[in-house]
């Protein structure tokens, strides 16, 4: 990993004078399932949901290790597991595609709004009978003249409930394969489109989560992003920005965490001395100390090979892969650590127990990813 620069390390000093608010009354909103939109425009505020974007549209112009690095400093400082993953949702599920995809006329009328944090984007990808694999999409989108007409249905949407902007990912060739299918950007409250109430679920409970239905959806074909049967391509960019975003995220999780089982350990103490001072203890922390390492230098290298241009395909999986498998096994530690403590509510271990284990379903599952990079070795 490269050294961090002054600039790069004031943006994400930045953030520090905002963390406060965003953990105030968490443990209340994880209890209710809210999703705080003050919270989401006080991220706005501090600059986080312009920092990719090209600044004629309000961004801040930055590279992606850069953008990566800010949102590392967002999960160290930000409790708020949920938002911290919403955050994440808003900026690669539709600003990044709008940015390498869409027209002029799309930058222009929904950049400048995406960066400000004025809108809430959300993605329609997954369905109810193809998760992982995301090629067997049923939904349709026909054309009729100016127009598509999208039928079908979504699952797993998430900022769905709380969304003003979605890109919702649908098939216009029945051929099988990568080239039938279509990103096109729908707004909330387009007749036919109906968004589903928030579904309960275990962890990141403050982002809101819905299924998404489309009835005779009918879409200008200026809203396609990209190009029509481009959809694949969109589809694989957005997949790679979310899984180095979403994952540095949690390597800045994993750090806090780390830190806050060193002060434990230290000043916990059981028959007569520290708990730190026993080696079950300890490697425990070692152990979790290697993850995050390790974590970060995957995601940061990976990230550094992709701006370069390099294939990354093997790389994004591995970094994946390691991320959200370290971040469960660190959060199963802390617990241990924190024994009868960390099963409470009070010390917010067991949330971050609860929040990790999305990591290894969500942007492709842990056997999808040993899948591809078991093809990629030719087997």
């Given at each position: 990993m490269a050294d961090w620069t002054a600039e790069q390390r004031a943006l994400r000093d930045g953030l520090v004078p905002w963390l406060e608010k965003l953990n105030a009354g968490l443990r209340e909103r994880d209890a209710a399932a809210s999703f705080s939109y003050d919270n989401f425009r006080t991220v706005a505020a501090a600059g986080v949901l312009g920092l990719p974007f090209e600044e004629k549209w309000g961004g801040l112009g930055q590279s992606l290790p850069t953008t990566m690095y800010v949102l590392e400093a967002l999960g160290e400082g930000c409790r708020d597991a949920g938002l911290n993953f919403s955050v994440c949702t808003h900026l690669v599920s539709t600003g990044v595609p709008l940015q390498r995809f869409g027209s002029e006329a799309l930058k222009r009328r929904w950049l400048p709004r995406i960066c400000s944090g004025e809108l809430i984007g959300a993605?329609?990808?997954?369905?109810?009978?193809?998760?992982?694999?995301?090629?067997?999409?049923?939904?349709?989108?026909?054309?009729?003249?100016?127009?598509?007409?999208?039928?079908?249905?979504?699952?797993?949407?998430?900022?769905?409930p709380v969304a003003d902007l979605i890109t919702v990912y649908a098939r216009t060739d029945d051929r099988p394969g990568p080239l039938g299918v279509t990103a096109f950007l729908l707004e909330r409250g387009t007749p036919g489109l109906e968004i589903g109430a928030p579904v309960?679920?275990?962890?990141?409970?403050?982002?809101?989560?819905c299924e998404?239905?489309?009835?005779?959806?009918?879409?200008?074909?200026?809203?396609?992003?990209?190009?029509?049967?481009?959809?694949?391509?969109?589809?694989?960019?957005?997949?790679?920005?979310?899984?180095?975003?979403?994952?540095?995220?949690?390597?800045?999780?994993?750090?806090?965490?780390?830190d806050r089982c060193v002060e434990y350990a230290r000043t916990r103490a059981q028959f007569g001395r520290p708990i730190g001072q026993y080696q079950a203890v300890s490697h425990r922390i070692v152990d979790m100390e290697i993850g995050v390492e390790t974590a970060r230098r995957w995601l940061y290298g990976t990230a550094e090979r992709m701006a370069a241009g390099a294939n990354v395909t093997r790389d994004i999986a591995m970094a994946k892969l390691v991320t959200s498998e370290a971040n469960v096994a660190s959060a199963l530690a802390a617990v241990q650590i924190f024994g009868g403590n960390g099963y409470l509510t009070e010390y917010g271990i067991e949330a971050e127990l609860r929040n990790s284990v999305a990591s290894t379903i969500y942007s492709g599952t842990s056997e999808i990813q040993r899948n591809r990079i078991a093809a990629l070795l030719g087997l």
């Open positions: 993605h329609a990808i997954s369905e109810p009978d193809s998760g992982s694999d995301a090629l067997a999409m049923r939904t349709r989108a026909v054309r009729d003249g100016d127009d598509f007409v999208l039928s079908g249905s979504k699952a797993f949407v998430s900022n769905g309960a679920k275990m962890g990141l409970r403050t982002s809101p989560l998404l239905y489309l009835d005779d959806c009918r879409v200008p074909a200026s809203r396609v992003v990209g190009r029509v049967g481009g959809g694949f391509l969109v589809l694989d960019h957005v997949m790679r920005w979310e899984i180095l975003c979403s994952f540095v995220i949690n390597a800045g999780e994993m750090r806090h965490r780390v």
